[in-house]
């Protein structure tokens, strides 16, 4: 995603050094807490092997309330903010020695290693919904990873280093996406920034907000859901058929929803565009954008902290770096988080993971 459409050149404005000014919940685990919650992954490694595992994921919210309980209220009291962007866990202890190096490739990510993290992260989302994957991206894996791959260093997808990774709402494209993407940060030698902003509704005047609630914008598909991304994607696959037909015939869309006094927003700084002639529609976004450029602020993930960015409040990018191709690159966990599975008739099983698939 080009850089040039997210970053604010006047320069991006800095986290709030007040909590109380974040417009984040954030909460630091003791080492007995942390403690804790990597006993009770380790324990799931053992039992189930595979955070893939249908038993797991079946019985992933019962074992969550397992974790310990100032952890859970902090989650379930956060997520009842509607002005909160993301909610960010802090004090997970992670051995570097023991993880291993960073992965060349995404394909190569399901390590030993990082294997209790997956199903950390796992558990702590599923304090929040739902967990699933997309039949399209990363192979239909529900925990995906998050690192620098050679030769992809100025695509626009997470892949991605030495090009910025533009703001956007994870999976715009379709009705299906997210309400929460969890980040779980194993490794950011660089502290490589992840940058954040909301609806700037203060900012936009009646008429451009009426307009963004209209069906007037065209949202397409992100490269990570095309086939060349996936090793298993075959030609003629339903899915992948689904997503061209989304990427060359996109129905026409709103970028807000809901009460517009407090509006969801959808939006890919590199993938909306207005429907084709419509000069209002594209004067509005124009606005929005660059509201939205403006807005731009930064939270760096050290290694051990957990994110979990509200998909309907906010958008989410990544600054470019220098990457290193030394088994020591920034490497995080991924993973979507809806409220309810059952919202969509696309959920089905995948062999061995919940997976949305196109239709």
């Not at 990774?165 to 997210?178: I, K, Q, V, Y």
Request: glycine content about 6%; aromatic content about 6%.
């Amino acid at each position: 995603m080009t850089a040039s459409r997210t970053r604010n050149e006047t320069g991006s404005p800095p986290s709030p050094a007040d909590p109380a000014a974040r417009p984040w919940h954030e909460l630091r685990l003791t080492p007995q807490e942390a403690a804790e919650a990597a006993a009770l992954a380790v324990r799931c490694v053992q039992e189930y092997g595979d955070v893939e595992s249908p038993e797991f994921l079946a019985e992933a919210t019962v074992i969550s309330h397992e974790l310990p309980k100032r952890l859970r209220t902090f989650i379930a009291t956060s997520r009842l903010d509607e002005r909160a962007h993301a909610l960010v866990l802090r004090g997970n202890a992670v051995d570097d020695a023991l993880l291993g190096p960073t992965p060349a490739h995404w394909r190569n990510a399901v390590t030993s290693g990082s294997l209790p993290f997956s199903f950390l992260l796992a558990l702590y989302a599923s304090l929040l919904g739902d967990v699933f994957g997309w039949a399209t991206q990363q192979d239909g894996r529900v925990v995906t990873d998050v690192l620098p791959i050679q030769g992809g260093e100025h695509s626009l997808v997470s892949s991605s280093s030495r090009q910025e990774l533009g703001w956007h709402t994870e999976d715009a494209f379709s009705p299906h996406r997210a309400d929460y993407v969890g980040l779980f940060s194993l490794r950011n030698p660089d502290r490589v920034a992840t940058t954040l902003a909301g609806v700037p509704l203060d900012d936009l005047d009646d008429r451009t907000v009426d307009l963004l609630l209209q069906d007037r914008f065209l949202i397409r598909p992100d490269d990570s859901h095309l086939p060349v991304n996936n090793s298993t994607a075959q030609e003629g696959v339903r899915e992948f058929e689904e997503i061209m037909k989304a990427v060359d015939r996109p129905a026409p869309v709103p970028i807000l929803t809901g009460h517009r006094a407090a509006p969801w927003l959808r939006i890919d700084g590199d993938f909306s565009a207005p429907a084709d002639g419509d000069e209002e529609a594209a004067a509005a976004l124009k606005t929005l954008s660059e509201l939205i450029d403006a807005g731009l602020y930064e939270v760096a993930l050290d290694a051990g902290d957990v994110a979990f960015i509200d998909n309907r409040r906010a958008v989410h990018g990544r600054r470019s770096f220098q990457p290193r191709y030394d088994g020591r690159d920034r490497w995080l966990k991924r993973i979507n988080v809806t409220r309810d599975l059952h919202r969509s008739r696309e959920v089905r099983a995948a062999g061995h993971s919940r997976v949305l698939g196109q239709r």
